[in-house]
Structures are given as structure tokens and as C-alpha cells.
């Protein structure tokens, strides 16, 4: 059974601090990406990776980074964390395979409030 | 510029009845199309795919229908079950590259209600 993690559901964080956000899948999946999600913007893409090691920017990488040490973990950095950042994280992977065509699997998300 | 289309924010239907989602893009790359459900509080659900080369998939009460030439894909669902409210998103790729990891593009999803 497919199976992504996410560290936090809900996550409270003050202007400025550093945030770590963090997801974990077991399925042995090359590719991983980060989403936020607001209302009536849907889905949008920040960052993903294909590789350990390896990223590229999404849509909207602008205020995040990513780090990806290990082929199941990635994580999504906020440096400094605003206000406008306050939103669902969605982590998802899938694997490089053509016969799955992408299809991605999401964790639960997080919750994040800047104050 | 918006490549992924959904332009009902929401959709009220009554239960027993169909459920019929629409979407619509513009990015002639695109040949692989997904649909996802969304609980509050939850991560996006795979519910259903289909590639270009069909036009048709059926997997239960979910069918997606795509119509390449009106670049339009739409998810029916019948019969329309009280769990079946959710947000729905439809989703396009431009297919694996062979290098990179593969992309996709969300519309801003619908909102389904199911009526009792």
C-alpha cells in the first residue's frame, strides 16, 4: 500500500522563524514533489525532485528551499517565514515509470499558520 | 495563464443521481489525465486516469470521458453516494520526458455536494 508521511498535520510558526517541513515515502519512488494548496488557487507546484540530491522549481518556488538527502525523505524549507506563507503543504511522489505515467500519491498534508 | 480548467467551483447533485465534473485545457502536450479527491483536512486521493490514446475508462461507478479534439475530459459518477462530497481536482501531464520527474498541472477543483 502506497504510504506518504508528513511530520506535522498542523503546524503554529512566528514571522521569521525557520520551518522544516518533512515527508517520508516508503514506496521507493524516484520522483517527489512539494504542493500548497489555497482556496481557489488549487494545487500549486514549489518545488520537486528526481533524484537524490537533484531539484527544480516548481510554479511558486519563491521564499522556499528543499533539501533531499535520501531517496525516501524530502523536505521543504521556509527561511523565513511570512504571513502569506500560511497554507496546506502537500507532499506527493511517484515513480519514473512510463506505464505510471506520473500518477502521484499524496500524504496527508500540513497545516501551517503564520502569526 | 491557466493550462488546467475547471470552471464550476461547485456542483450540487442528489444522491442516486450522476455526478458529472468537467475540465477543460489548453496545453496540446498534455496526454495523460488524472482525477483526485479532496476530503478537508486530507492529501489528494488518486481516484482515476486516462491516456490520450483512449477516450474512455471505467473503473466502478467513476468514468472519465476524454474528448482530445474539444480538449475536454469530464468524470462521471453514478450513482452519486453521500461519500462522494469532496473537492475534486483534474490534473494533466505532458508525459515522462525520459530525464526529469514528471509534472503535473491542477485545475482549481469543483466542489462536489451530495444532496440526500
Known amino acids: 500500500d502506497v504510504k506518504v508521511t508528513q511530520s506535522s498535520r498542523y503546524l503554529v510558526k512566528r514571522t521569521g522563524e525557520k520551518v522544516f517541513l518533512e515527508c517520508v515515502q516508503d514506496?521507493?519512488?524516484?520522483?517527489m514533489f512539494w504542493y500548497r494548496q489555497d482556496p481557489g488557487l488549487g494545487l500549486r507546484l514549489i518545488y520537486f525532485?528526481?533524484?537524490?540530491?537533484?531539484?527544480e522549481k516548481g510554479d511558486i518556488p519563491e521564499g522556499y528551499s528543499v533539501s533531499r538527502e535520501k531517496k525516501e525523505r524530502f523536505s521543504l524549507i521556509l527561511e523565513s517565514a511570512s504571513t502569506n506563507q500560511t497554507s496546506m503543504y502537500l507532499c506527493?511522489?511517484?515513480?519514473?515509470?512510463?506505464?505510471?505515467?506520473?500518477?502521484?500519491?499524496f500524504g496527508p498534508g500540513t497545516r501551517l499558520t503564520v502569526l | 495563464d491557466q493550462q488546467v480548467k475547471q470552471n464550476s467551483p461547485s456542483l450540487s447533485v442528489q444522491e442516486g443521481r450522476i455526478s458529472i465534473l468537467n475540465c477543460d485545457y489548453t496545453?496540446?502536450?498534455?496526454?495523460?489525465f488524472l482525477w483526485y479527491k479532496k476530503y478537508p483536512a486530507e492529501g489528494p486521493t488518486f481516484l482515476i486516469s486516462?491516456?490520450?490514446?483512449?477516450d474512455k475508462n471505467e473503473d466502478g461507478r467513476f468514468t472519465v470521458f476524454l474528448n482530445k479534439s474539444a480538449k475536454h475530459l469530464s468524470l462521471h459518477i453514478v450513482p452519486s453516494q453521500p461519500g462522494d462530497s469532496a473537492v475534486y481536482f483534474c490534473?494533466?501531464?505532458?508525459?515522462?520526458?525520459?530525464?526529469?520527474?514528471?509534472?503535473?498541472?491542477f485545475g482549481k477543483g469543483t466542489h462536489l455536494i451530495i444532496q440526500p
Open positions: 490534473a494533466a501531464s505532458a508525459g515522462y520526458s525520459g530525464g526529469g520527474a514528471d509534472g503535473l498541472t
Open positions: 496545453n496540446s502536450m498534455f496526454d495523460y
Open positions: 525532485s528526481y533524484d537524490v540530491k537533484m531539484k
Open positions: 486516462i491516456s490520450s490514446i483512449k
Open positions: 506527493a511522489s511517484s515513480q519514473r515509470t512510463r506505464s505510471s505515467m506520473g500518477t502521484q500519491y
Open positions: 514506496m521507493d519512488h524516484e520522483n
